[in-house]
């Protein structure tokens, strides 16, 4: 009921033509069913093995996003499973997301991470170091870069991401200028449950939401 209130309430506040991804880590399968109930079309799961989980009650009738950090060895796994994946940040992991997806002919939609704060303990490619990712990975055949995802450093204060996703849209735009083959600029996924209405002033056509629809999380 807490949940469903709390969908409707963000699907009404999104502008036209943005994204929610409903960000489900540590929450139950009847508590994701929920929100996809009450209208939630993207599921962002950051293990593998929850999302398996999640995928078993839930199926099909949704879109699945990976938004956690992938290992190497789990990407056969997820590649089976997921619509996009929204963490791609080295060559060698576009690289095996390529092989596994052609052994199953199927062509992924990626997004390239961002550490737009520059964080040492985070992962993600700096800003610097984006155009040059992602002209390589574009030659993959299985990978469509869809566009750019970041996380701010969190902070005390919402106002403190803004120049964050202002950056990250600055380079969005860039590269999309550039109409690389390939490669299509189409999202900008940035901004949770804390930040995600400067993220939407900032530009971002997609949102990462978890507390914001599922309530505190436990642990
Ligand atoms: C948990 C998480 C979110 C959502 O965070 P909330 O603050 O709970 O809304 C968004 N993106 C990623 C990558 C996450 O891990």
Redesign the pocket.
Known sequence: MIIRNNVHAILRELPEGVEL?A?A?GRTASEVLEAVEAGVRII?E?YVQEAERNHKTIDDRVQWHF??HLQKNKVKKAVAMFDMI??VDSFKLAEEIDKRCREIGKIMPVLVEVNIGRERQKSGVLPENVEHLIREISLFPNLKVSGL?A?EPAGSNPEDSRQYFAATRKLYDSIRQLNLPNVEMRYLSMG???T?RIALEEGANMV???????GQ?SQ
Request: no cysteine; charged share 25%.
């Open positions: 991804v960000a880590k962002g950051n938004i956690g929204e963490t995802m996380i949770m449950s804390e995600y990462r939401i978890g507390t914001r629809l599922f999380r």
